[in-house]
């Protein structure tokens, strides 16, 4: 059977590995759950990269997070403000909270096939609310564009120290514009060389490691399955995801808070661009022609579903199959080259 979405009202402690967390990241409760239908589309959000965004969008895309901010002071239990989107992921992630009818199960949304439909969803919410606050339907979330050799540094938008997209919880020595390194390899040092290594290592887990669908989405989880670790995850979630949480995570904390650990990333506003590429990496690979098939029809992924809060602080449970199709949920992403395409090893 597929995935069910936690109960909020039997959410408790979050840990890390086997330590319990001193913060509480349990969602708001609410009586009632909707289904969610998608809207109509009637203009498409264009998600543009991050260091080429224009200063009108910069300015809009600082207002948003800066509202949620702001929300979050104003009442803290609005399920839109800045933590409260924050502590989704550590809900989810964290231990937080158990599969419905197996007590001791954790549910967790890392390593297996729902990696890139429940971040997809926990985006598109977080761009609505954004877009909703802007009074703006056109705004859209801006993706950090770090497959191409110009987004391989933390995007400068994130390293203004008085914005509201700062976060001070960062490697301080991989602050732009040092060249991310997404084999974490601290034995290459010349930038153009590791700008190389990065493209070989894009193309492998885009093209040529994965061997199935389940290989690059990561493997099955099912209702009742054990928590999958990081061996069970897919070629892109392991590979250039993951490092870069743990290229910019802040080893002067314990966890490496704030983007290096699942329950803290969000507080960091450059964890959702993060993502937003990492969406994309989804939308191109599904493109790209190969000897297996793309889709996985097995109904235990099509349904596996949880829950999120709309912009109308409305609590809304989705599934998998729904969020498939970028185009039906209202956004695209700016074409730019992708020149590790070319970048076969
Ligand atoms: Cu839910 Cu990049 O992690």
Known sequence: DPLLPPEFTSCGISYVGDDPLDVNCCPPISDVIKDYKLPPVRQLRVRRAAHRLNRVNVAKYKRAVKMMRDLDVSDPTDPRGFSQQANIHCAYCNGAHDQVGHEGLDIQVHFSWIFFPFHRWYLYFYERIMADLLKDPTFALPYWNWDHPKGMQLPGIFDEEDSSLYDTNRNQDRRPPVVLNL???????????????????????????????????????????????????????????????????????????????????????????????????????NDIPADYPKAITDPDYLNASFLFYDEKKQLVRVKAADCFNHKKMGYDYENVDIPWLRSKP
Do not use: C
């Open 183 to 285: 084999a974490l390899n601290s034995t290459v040092t010349d930038p153009a060389q590791i700008i190389s290594n990065n493209l070989s290592l894009m193309y492998n887990e885009m093209i040529g490691t994965p061997a199935s669908a389940t290989d690059f989405m990561g493997k099955a989880y099912r209702d009742g399955d054990a928590p999958p670790t990081f061996p069970d995850g897919g070629t892109s979630e392991k590979g250039s995801h993951s490092a870069i949480h743990a290229w910019f995570g802040d080893p002067r904390n314990e966890y490496n808070e704030d983007i290096g650990n699942f329950y803290s990333a969000g507080r960091d506003p450059a964890f959702y661009s993060h993502h937003a590429n990492v969406d994309r990496m989804w939308t191109i690979w």
